[in-house]
């Protein structure tokens, strides 16, 4: 189940390269407010390791793989050198929606947050009818519920969405089985949403239950979560569904993770823009120049760290020593695991 580099570089050799950061975000998003990353100025250009504080060992080892083997390991020939990437509104008011978007100029697609815990269904109706407005009739608009539906809950929601031209729905709920069901439900009521499965794919023991229980239109594929950009492009393979590639709130180091795994995806295989527009939400970055969208895409390359803005956004003390003690115990998982 886990992937490794060809080999893994020596614990003492990573915490050399390593800084610990906490970058403010510009919004709440997913209840966070300051997102924290170790980063490394690694060998073959800088990685990033950032699973979410709250993330177990097993878990959070996977993300750890993805850094080494971007850190240290050749990496597969891109094939495009730009990736269209969608604005990504997180569950705020209808007020605060256009700022959002002001944050994604160019960009055609915007995936919105829905199914937040204490907001209700009309709440997300007006989000969505906000975006479209925005963004008028030939925008793509996508919403994530990010497991928070039950089947009923998630039928009913997207019957109500679905006037608003959805281009498909990210995780409606939880577990694989509901997700099948709610797609048998949307399809014998006549609702032509889409369904994409994102933490059924990057949470699961095994990401290709969801291609061969038939759970979900196309995938949603991230770098970190995955064991890298090479477990990733396997995976795409092997499930043969559309793919859509998307990060987790990184910097723009860990988005060039994503942005190289867009760039080497077989023609015909993106389902459109790419969840690599979220540098945009941040407050802060690591890098001399952030992939902040520009014409709607982000560049394809690696990034140059910025000594200034990696003691700028420096973590304290207590939180670097938090972040060493994870990495050498992810280390540690990973070495025993090869
Ligand atoms: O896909 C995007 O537009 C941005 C990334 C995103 O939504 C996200 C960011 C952090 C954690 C989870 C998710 C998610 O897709 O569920
Ligand atoms: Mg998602």
């Known amino acids: 189940m886990t992937h490794l580099p060809a080999e893994i570089p020596p614990l003492a050799e990573v915490f050399d390269t390593m800084r610990v950061v906490s970058i403010p975000t510009r919004t709440r998003f997913r209840g966070i407010t300051v997102r924290e990353a170790a980063i490394f100025d690694a060998p073959r250009g800088p990685s990033e390791f950032s699973p979410f504080t709250e993330y177990a060992d097993p878990e959070s080892a996977q993300w750890l793989a993805a850094a080494l083997d971007f850190g240290w390991c050749e990496q597969p020939a891109p094939l495009r050198d730009r990736i269209d990437v969608n604005a990504t ?31 209700s269904l009309a709440e997300d109706v007006a989000r969505v009818r906000e975006v479209r407005v925005l963004m008028g009739p030939t925008a793509r608009i996508r919403v994530d519920a990010n497991t928070g539906w039950s089947v009923h809950d998630a039928v009913a929601a997207l019957t109500a969405l679905a006037q608003f031209d959805l281009d498909y729905a990210e995780q409606p709920c939880a577990t694989v089985p509901e997700l099948v069901e709610v797609r048998q439900r949307l399809a014998a009521a006549g609702v032509p949403v889409r369904i994409a499965a994102d933490e059924s794919v990057r949470k699961a023991t095994d990401p290709l239950a969801v291609a061969r229980a038939g759970a979900a239109d196309l995938i949603i594929v991230k770098a970190q979560p995955l064991g890298g950009v090479s477990r990733a492009l396997e995976i795409v393979r092997e499930a043969g569904l559309p793919v859509v590639v998307s990060s987790a709130l990184d910097t723009s180091v860990g988005i060039a993770m994503g942005a190289q795994l867009a760039a080497s995806l077989p023609d015909g295989t993106l389902a459109g823009a790419c969840g690599l527009g979220t540098v945009a939400l941040l407050d802060g970055d690591v890098t001399e120049t952030s992939l902040i969208p520009a014409q709607g895409s982000i560049p394809v390359g690696r990034p140059v760290l910025s000594p200034l803005l990696l003691d700028r956004y420096a973590a304290s003390p207590e939180r670097t020593a938090w972040w060493r003690e994870r990495v050498a115990r992810c280390h540690a998982l990973l070495a025993a695991h090869g």
């Not at 002001?102 to 204490?118: I, L, N, Q, S």
């Open 89 to 119: 509104v997180p569950a705020v008011a209808p007020a605060e929606v256009a700022g959002i978007l002001a944050r994604f100029p160019g960009c055609r697609t915007a995936k919105v947050k829905v199914a937040e815990r204490g907001q």
